[in-house]
């Protein structure tokens, strides 16, 4: 039935949730639990920047300080303040139509005055550490920014990996929509935070999820769901940790604590992760089935 041993799904949770999850798989690998051994990755928004670093075989300790901007002047992101506020206001109506409302997001990113699309592919390529796909399975979730739906990017997309990144993380209103393949992207999150199901087939499934404190279970039991593993553990942060991301996932002075905060949290998830990755079982020694097990 299944055709992958171990995946991972890592999610969207700004540079503060960037910083956890590196902390997290760093602490993980001196645990004994190598992430980059899955044998798919799914990266969606800053889960797609700590995707590529796993999966191209680098350290994560290598994120432990904040990296230096690969933009020449040190300018910050180009935030369209009026343009996120009409995201965020269609995105807090998009119950009724989610796919409506993807698209009428797409068009504020693309109306938004966020700086040029190659200062945040530089910016990205400089995060991820990597200019090629690695030869292991990894998947980058983006949206098309004129119709709203979802692709997926892999090494046979024909997408540039930096650019595959900056695409899933091009929040509309923070970064610019960017280029591919003639078309424009944005953030991957927008239609999902983990975008789990991607890993169907997987006998095991590991979901990171550095915003489950946000939003509503119910849309990762969706996710979990479609994906459909016999063994299903999901990690998000622990209320330490949450107290040290403070309110702003986009605050860049959180990235060292936030990244320690990863770094203590994997101690408790190392066991639970390791008896899934080997046996395929929780920590009662049992197939949890569908549903999640939280650290």
């Not at 190659?118 to 998947?139: E, S």
């Not at 953030?187 to 404190?213: E, F, K, W």
């Not at 849309?219 to 309110?247: K, M, N």
Request: with cysteine; proline share 7%.
């Amino acid at each position: 039935m299944y055709t992958l041993d171990r995946a991972l799904a890592l999610g969207a949770g700004g540079p503060v949730g960037a910083a956890w999850m590196a902390g997290l798989a760093c602490g993980l690998r001196r645990g004994g639990v190598d992430l980059s051994e899955a044998d798919l990755i799914v990266g969606t928004s800053t889960g797609a920047i700590i995707g590529a670093v796993l999966a191209t075989g680098q350290d994560p300790s290598r994120l432990a300080t904040p990296v230096r901007r690969a933009d020449s002047d040190g300018t910050p992101p180009q935030v369209d303040g009026r343009r996120l506020g009409e995201a965020f206001a269609v995105l807090g109506t998009a119950t009724s139509n989610p796919a409506e409302a993807r698209r009428r997001v797409g068009q504020i990113a693309l109306a938004a005055e966020t700086g040029p699309e190659q200062t945040h592919i530089a910016r990205m390529r400089v995060l991820a550490g990597a200019d090629r796909w690695p030869d292991g399975k990894l998947l980058i979730t983006v949206l098309d920014a004129e119709t709203g739906e979802q692709e997926v990017f892999d090494r046979a997309s024909g997408a540039p990996l930096p650019s595959a990144v900056a695409a899933s993380t091009a929040f509309p209103g923070i970064y610019p929509p960017i280029t591919i393949n003639g078309r424009r992207y944005m953030d991957g999150s927008l239609r999902s935070a983990t975008n789990a199901g991607l890993a169907a087939g997987a006998r095991t499934l590991v979901v990171i999820d550095p915003q489950a404190h946000l939003f509503p279970r119910e849309l990762l039991h969706q996710e979990l769901a479609v994906a459909g593993a016999h063994t299903v553990v999901t990690i998000e942060p622990d209320p330490a940790s949450i107290r040290t991301f403070g309110s702003d996932l986009n605050d860049r002075t959180a990235w060292e604590p936030a990244y320690q905060a990863g770094l203590r949290q994997a101690t408790d998830a190392a066991e639970q992760i390791r008896l899934a990755w080997e046996t395929g079982s929780d920590a009662d020694g049992a197939p949890p089935g569908p549903g999640p097990t939280d650290s």
